[in-house]
């Protein structure tokens, strides 16, 4: 051990690796080491010799004396300055510790001065007890729990600064635990090894430790021991250590510096701990005559083939090609040789498998599965029912009923075939004849027949055919009694309906039906019938993330099918992948209106939740307007004139949200120019009417007065004043050779009768109202009688006298239909028609005799032997109309 030069301060250093940790010294500067001298001495020799040949020979002589001087010098003076001592440098972890200080007498440190020992662990110090004698130099301590894996324990003098006089290490951890779970396996592909593992344990030892895996094989005595590196817990047996067929004794043991522990000892066979290869399936057979039964033909691989006489334990694996049907268990088969086929039974008629098989010998390990071999079962006729959901439309009124059938297997049916066919007919016996469709698909639409109040479907295959399954129809109705229909997603496989229904004592049930919306074809159509009780359902399915499903529930009741609630819904949402464009549309002076296309449906990726529309313009913030998702559109209200905008969308859906691409707009300020403009063209346009119209009234200046300003006639200036009494005097008139006295009337009017009059005849103006006019406006008055006077003329007719031909016919012998206005008030053309009266004429008697036109009335009934030549004598007014019928002739 090196000591230090005289002076120089105690350090602490690594032990060598063949010291004792208990012996480890740590020395302070009291005296040149030996080997110090030795080197000085070689150094010095050299230099004389060197001298010796340059100068005189008294120099070499005094450096022989120097060298002979330290050579005498010894080991015997080299002596700690302290020793340090404790129990044990290696502890269990958590023990206690003690140490003790003893500090040589010969220690310059505390020549001279008294002697105050310390204790440090690590950078700790620690409460020491020191010992009551002459010198002091002696100190012990307890360390109660020692806690560290590794650490320092140093004695220290108390002198400025503190001074390091010795000084051990410590280790502390625990025993080693017995290895667990030790196991071993052949490998028999070339080369043949046994490789054995095992567990450590559970807890760390914190220490190094040793393990060996110990064998001994007993039919030879031979002994194995293999050790391990350490941190390896496995180990690989060569070919020449094991034999296959002879039992071995194995165990591993461990060792650390507190103690050993050895596993439990296993006795294995190495060919009984073999894992074989996966072996081979050669083919797949049917078993004749027997339905639901296949052959399984295999063998080893080409390496252990040489062990094919031996028996093994087989497990078979069955599953349909279409994965719709798995045994839950593989199928054991017990001391079997490779050379025998396996025959497979209680299978699905009809049906392709995939087959696969694994194999171990006695308790070994399985191998691993083979792979696959199909094989179909032996076909016969399909068995069970179907499950049917059928809906209607079009007129049931008029039995024009479209039907739309979907079906599925139920639990108990079996097709026991690949290729299956449905049958949808009229008639139980399936034929052509009632035949309705078919079809290898999963629904089916026709036209039903009128009468048919059912129909009936079956399946068919090469074997025969199934019973059939009746199918009602039930024809749709108006009615609902569901409500609040919600789907959750249950997982990304799975979907959960729930809905609400009313109480209803015809409602037997409900369905629910589910298919994709991007998808067309209707065989991917999928229901479920549920009780009237149930208000909810779990759909389980190949439901794709981010995809559209249409989900509804339908009502059944005894009499038919009620109107459905449907949803859309999704098994997993994400943000759109798109966010249409922003368009606009109107622009106010302070507000704006902006719309959008709709969303393509495979573009968003969920349920949109809400359109928020962000916009900003260089001074204000940003503000948020959301919009309806139905409306897809929005007003911004409030926007400043002359500021530039920005705006962009983000679509929401339950999943995520995405920002669209901003657009710029702005709102132009009112101008005046355009305003002067728009009132200058429409005062122009305005003005163009009114000269239009003073132009129109004055053109049609005679025709507007007639309108507005009717002329009325004046009875007081009327020329019926002039008839005097002496005119009814004058009779048996000459209308042929006597001038009548002149008349003047204001208004008269033909009317042209297509029959003749007579007092036998009904009353033409009850018999016929639409042959007389109102006063005021004749009849005659028409383009094709002679003297027309319409109703354009600017006086009105006191009375109107009916004539029994043409106006221009000769004049009748019967006497002319006059009717006498009774008003006497002016009249107007305006004014309503009036139903005759009797009118009161003065007889030539001068008594007074009533004369009744135009039918008969309450208080007047002509007479029927009247004579009618007395009636011109009478009247003068119509006295004058015999000259105008004379002048006509």
Known sequence: MDRLTEGEDCVLRQPLADESLSSFWVCCSCCVTHRNAVKLNFNVSWLCYGFSIMISTWVSVIVMLVAFVNGARNEDDIQPCAEVQTSSSVVPLGSPVTASCVIRDGCHLVIGQAVHIEWRLGDHSLPGSQVANESGRFSEVVIPSFNHTREFLTCCVRASPVQVVGGVEIRAGYPPEAPQNLSCQTNLTTPETLTCSWDPGQQETHLRTKYTLHIKIRDSNENHTYELLPGVHRYTIPRSGFVLFSDMEIYVKAVNELGEAASAPIILEPISAAKFDPPTIQKVQVVPKKYGCLKLSWSLSQQQVWMRDYRFNLEVQLKTADNSQRSEQPIMVSRVRPTRSVDQCRLLHGTQYLVQIRLRYQQGPWSEWSSSRSGVTLESAPTGRLDSWMKASGDHMHKQLNIHLFWKPSKQFRANAQNVSYIVSVKKVPGEKGKLCSTKGNYCTFKLPGKAKKVYLSAINAAGKSLPTEVRIYLPKASSVISDVTVLPHDDRSLLVQWRSLVSSSLTGFVVEWRPLLETDLSLTQFEITDRNQTQFLTTGSFEPYKPYGISVYPRFKDGIGLPQTVNAYSRQKAPSMVPEIQINKIWPSHI?????????????????????????????????????????????????????????????????????????????????????????????????????????????????????????????????????????????????????????????????????????????????????????????????????????????????????????????????????????????????????????????????????????????????????????????????????????
């Open 593 to 889: 209106e902006l719309t959008w296309e709709e969303m393509p449906l495979d573009q968003r990726n969920g349920i949109i939740q809400n359109y928020k529309i962000f916009y900003w313009d260089k001074k204000g913030p940003i503000k948020v307007v959301n919009a309806d998702p139905e409306e897809r559109r929005v007003v911004l209200k409030d926007l400043n004139a002359v500021s530039p905008y920005k705006a962009f969308m983000m679509v929401s859906t339950f999943g995520g949200s995405l920002n669209g691409s901003t657009i710029h707009f702005e709102i132009e300020a009112f101008d005046a120019i355009a305003v002067v403009m728009i009132v200058t063209v429409s005062g122009v346009g305005l003005s163009l009417l009114i000269i239009f119209i003073v132009i129109t009234c004055f053109s049609n200046q005679q025709r507007l007065k007639g309108q507005f300003w009717p002329a009325v006639p004046d009875p007081a200036n009327s020329s019926i004043r002039r008839w005097t009494s002496e005119s009814t005097q004058d009779s048996h008139l000459s209308w042929d050779n006597e001038e009548p006295d002149p008349m003047y009337l204001s208004h008269l009017s033909f009317l042209d009768l297509p029959v003749k009059l007579s007092k036998e005849d009904d009353d033409p103006w009850l018999s016929n109202a639409e042959d007389t006019s109102d006063l005021g406006e004749s009849i005659c008055g028409s383009p094709f009688i002679c003297g027309y006077s319409g109703s354009n003329s600017d006086s009105v007719p006191y009375a109107t006298v009916i004539f029994s031909g043409p106006c221009n016919s000769p004049t009748p012998k019967e006497a002319h239909v006059y009717l006498r206005s009774e008003s006497t008030q002016p009249l107007l053309e305006t004014e309503e028609s009036f139903s005759p009266k009797c009118y009161h004429n003065v007889a030539r008697n001068r008594m007074p005799s009533d004369q009744c036109f135009f039918g008969p009335s309450h208080d007047c009934v002509p007479e029927k032997g009247a004579d009618p030549g007395i009636l011109w004598d009478d009247f003068p007014f119509l006295r004058a109309l015999a000259l105008n019928d004379t002048q006509n002739d």
